[in-house]
């Protein structure tokens, strides 16, 4: 086994990776994480970590020539997380809630800059959002936070009315100084709900809550340090330019209520609008930690020996296929993630974007799908370095919670595939594919296997039509005939839009071995997506019985071509030693555990 990488490959590889922008949008966030004020650090309390984190913010902060500009940005707002995910959960998670929810929700539903946003923009003051309520998460819109308002003051009083009315889980402890939320909260005016607005509300000082303001710690989540607490609020007085409404509603001093979109719960998604740039941002930041946790384990797997059935000496661990497979497919689906992300960030980003609705269902099944495949190559990774990924300082476990968290933030994944799962079947930004021609597909065909993605996708398609169709007594049983194939489809469809963006990278590379080398790198993706599927490709005639039998020979063949070239593949993803800094991942690893008073540094005595 090669113990270095191909270095032309690889830096063609990674330029492919970052869309041909590492040095001008992310090589400037690794050049400041590289400070010591960024190192790993053993032994901290949550506490003193969450200070950390939010003094970490700070430098960050301090290093950004225009917040605005970056907030606005979301190649570049995303490229930051990207390289956070790698080295802080914690101090990732609060740069996208004050970057991405605060100031980009502050900048969009205050565009004249009404409100000043100094304090913020410098941290001198932390911004927070907000939205979830005890008794309300995916389903917002109707959550119970009551903002009321007074005609004779033109003010506004914020009240919680009931225990399912506490805001749930915001970062509004002590740590990190004074702090201002956007809080959502129902506009009462005239009598009139008039939907789900936000509102800025300050919250704490340097002596605490203030006035009318409930903070309560919730407990600590492990792997994490957010000061995550329950919120709420005792009648507590907004003036009028507390409300943002952006363009989309107006009230009136005397409290008469205007908005050009009638329906309530369109308000309020316009309101939270930040939310989709979010789930990009949390989506990054889940998959940066993920192709760190590759090349941790690869490169430990390189230099971890063992013993071998009939060899006297010892062997790398990575020369062994089991080992070697389920790292090289790990590996498959983190460039495959890596492409769709980099084909929807330009999308998002493109204000010319000649498919807007197809862009707004796919972002969320991109979130979901991504982040579910972060969480699966960590923790295979983490079970390929034994006992040493079990070591916070060797990073693969400290990566695992801000997955977890993500897979839960701006929308748990399953709920939201479940909306994308109705928007497909409606077609609501969803055309399904051409279906290819019907023929029996040979797995070892590079270009033909993606075929059979299609075919898998209709399928299910078919599927989840036919039992949508079938008699129910309510919408909800009949839903519930549709939840599973629906879900199926979701993934038939983001699989396939990730294996095209996938074969759209490849066919960039100009030098023929980098792109005979992903070529093989995407097959192997393509058909560990299909083995699961073999069986109704084989019964609607897309496969043979003796392909379906010859697919593991199939699959053994490129990982035997893919294992030498391991390192390479990892050594793309970019991340510097100085930020990756796990001890397993270099030549260090023994001398990180040597006792310099151990009998083995002294000569025997004679």
């Given amino acids: 086994m090669p113990l270095l990488p191909n270095r032309a490959q690889a830096s063609r590889l990674t330029d492919l990776l970052f869309a041909g922008r590492f040095d001008d949008l992310h090589r400037p966030w690794t050049e400041l994480l590289r ?21 970490r913010l700070r ?8 917040v605005e500009d970056l907030v606005t940005d979301t190649s570049r707002l995303v490229a930051l997380h990207e390289w956070l995910g790698v080295v802080d959960g914690t101090l990732t998670t609060l740069a996208t809630v004050h970057y991405n929810l605060f100031l980009g929700s502050l900048i969009g539903l205050d565009p004249h800059g009404k409100v000043d946003r100094t304090p913020f923009t410098t941290l001198r003051q932390y911004g927070t959002v907000l ?10 819109a109707h959550l119970e936070t009551t903002a009321t308002h007074h005609p004779d003051t033109d003010t506004f009083v914020l009240t919680t009315p009931s225990r399912d009315a506490q805001k749930f889980m915001p970062n509004t402890g002590p740590a990190g100084g004074d702090k201002t939320g956007l809080v959502a909260a129902r506009l009462i005016a005239q009598g009139q709900d008039c939907g789900v607005f936000l509102f800025m509300v300050p919250l704490r000082d340097e002596h605490g809550p203030l006035p009318g303001i409930r903070i309560r710690a919730l407990s600590q989540t492990p792997g994490s340090a957010v000061d995550h607490a329950i919120t709420s609020f005792d009648h507590v007085r907004l003036d009028r330019s507390a409300l943002l409404t952006g363009d989309h509603a107006d009230l009136a001093p005397d409290g008469t209520f205007e908005s050009p979109i009638r329906n309530r719960r369109h308000r309020f998604l316009r309101s939270i609008h930040r939310v989709t740039t979010g ?28 013993s071998a059935p009939g060899s006297p000496s010892h062997v790398p661990v990575f020369a062994h296929r089991g080992h070697q497979s389920r790292l090289l497919a790990a590996t498959a689906g983190a460039y495959a993630a890596t492409f769709l992300m980099r084909d929807i960030i330009r999308r998002h980003s ?25 969480r699966d190559i960590v923790t295979e990774c983490r079970e390929r370095c034994g006992a040493q990924g079990l070591l916070s300082a060797n990073r693969i476990v400290d990566l695992l919670t801000p997955i977890e968290g993500a897979i839960t933030a701006e929308g748990d994944n399953l709920v ?10 409606t077609g609501r930004g969803y055309d ?18 993606q075929d059979l993605l299609v075919h898998h996708e209709l399928t299910c398609l078919t599927r989840a039509r036919d039992r949508l169709a079938e008699p129910a007594a309510d919408p909800l049983e009949r839903w519930n005939h549709a939840v599973d194939p629906a879900l199926e489809l979701v993934d038939a469809y983001v699989t396939r839009r990730a294996a095209e963006a996938f074969s759209a990278a490849v066919r960039r590379l100009t030098d023929p071995a980098t792109r005979t080398l992903l070529e093989q790198v995407l097959h192997l993706f393509v ?50 030693d100085t930020i990756l800094e796990a001890p397993i991942a270099t030549d260090r690893y023994a001398r990180t555990y040597d006792d310099p008073h151990g009998p083995w540094q002294s000569k025997p005595s004679e």
């Avoid at 939205?131 to 917002?140: K, M, Q, V």
């Avoid at 493109?350 to 972060?374: M, S, Y």
């Avoid at 490709?537 to 699959?555: C, F, I």
């Fill in 416 to 425: 939201i595939w479940t909306k994308a799962a109705a928007d497909l079947l």
């Fill in 432 to 449: 399904p594919p051409e279906p290819p021609r019907a023929r029996p597909v040979d797995p070892g065909d590079p270009a033909a296997v």
């Fill in 279 to 306: 789930k990009l941002c949390l989506a990054a930041a889940a998959l940066s930690g993920a192709r760190a946790t590759l090349t941790i384990a690869v490169r430990h797997a390189h230099r971890r020996h063992t």
């Fill in 131 to 140: 939205i979830t309520e005890l008794g309300y998460g995916n389903n917002a």
């Fill in 527 to 576: 058909l560990e997506a299909l083995t699961a599927h073999t069986g109704p490709l084989l019964a609607d005639g897309h496969l043979t019985a003796d392909t379906v039998r010859a697919l593991p020979e199939t699959v053994e063949r490129l990982r035997t071509r893919l294992a030498p070239h391991a390192l390479t593949l990892v050594e793309a993803f970019a991340v510097p």
């Fill in 35 to 55: 400070r010591e004020i960024f190192r790993y650090r053993d032994g901290m309390s949550p506490d003193a970590r969450a200070e950390l984190a939010y003094e």
């Fill in 350 to 374: 493109d204000p010319d974007d000649p498919h807007p609705i197809e862009t707004e269902v796919l972002v969320p099944i991109a979130k979901g799908w991504v982040t579910w495949q972060a």
């Fill in 59 to 66: 430098i960050v902060n301090r290093s950004i020539d225009s």
